[in-house]
């Protein structure tokens, strides 16, 4: 083509990948302690840096509400929320028990093709611990999860899964870059998914749990920080 060719124009994201974006951006400097508690996120501030209008950054300020990362008041604006430890610890206490719950009824429940799709998610995510990719991991995990959700065949329980991963998503995204823990999460999905091809729910519930609990220890560790 000649160089009167018409060049491409950049494609914008679509609203809700932006609004992703900002939330896990926010997420992560709340959690690593870059805004601390109290300080206000200001709208048109935020939206500037972000290079975004202010309709994807005030969705992923609601969403950060959610997960009880900030505080919205109305007239007083946005503030960083008062993040505790405990409980961080009780919220990631009630979703292992749910998600272990999940992998018992899953092990017994899965079609033959879930099992197989669990497996080949498992697998894909070995390329990315080994890059050291957060955010690839972080996306199959996601996937490896929810499967285990799909699974259980239960749609209630894996509507009560789905709203709980979305309040703590924004820790256990934090809780990968913990020393290591990108390898140790992948050796807990193996053990989760071993228990389930071998038809052992009670295994496969108590592996599940496990793994729960280690990333809200680790989650923990990150916050804490060195020392």
């Known amino acids: 083509m000649g160089d009167n060719a018409p060049k491409a124009k950049p494609v914008p994201l679509p609203a809700a990948t932006l609004a992703e974006t900002i939330r896990i951006a926010l997420a992560e400097q709340i959690i690593a302690g870059h805004l601390p508690p109290g300080s206000e996120i200001e709208e048109q501030e935020a939206a500037e840096r972000f290079g975004a209008s202010r309709t994807p950054v005030r969705e992923a300020l609601r969403e950060l509400a959610a997960a009880g990362l900030v505080t919205i008041e109305p007239r007083r604006g946005v503030r960083v929320a008062a993040l505790t430890i405990e409980r961080l610890g009780e919220m990631f206490e009630v979703m ?25 998610l498992h697998e894909r995510s070995e390329a990315a611990v080994g890059a050291g990719d957060v955010g690839a991991y972080d996306a199959l995990n996601r996937d490896f999860h ?9 749609a209630f329980l894996a509507e009560h899964a789905q709203a709980l991963r979305l ?3 924004p820790f256990r995204r934090a809780q990968f870059h913990g020393a290591d823990r990108l390898r140790r999460s992948f050796a807990e999905h193996e053990a989760v998914l071993r228990a389930v091809l071998r038809g052992d729910g009670e295994a496969a519930g108590r592996e599940m749990r496990a793994h729960m609990l280690t990333a809200g220890a680790s989650l923990a560790a990150t916050m804490r920080g060195p020392g």
């Open 146 to 154: 929810s499967a285990v959700y799909r699974g259980a065949h239960n």
């Open 96 to 120: 292992a028990e749910t998600e272990a719950m999940c992998a018992r009824l899953a092990t017994h429940r899965m079609t033959a093709p879930e099992r197989f799709a669990l497996q080949a």
């Open 167 to 169: 309040r703590l998503a």
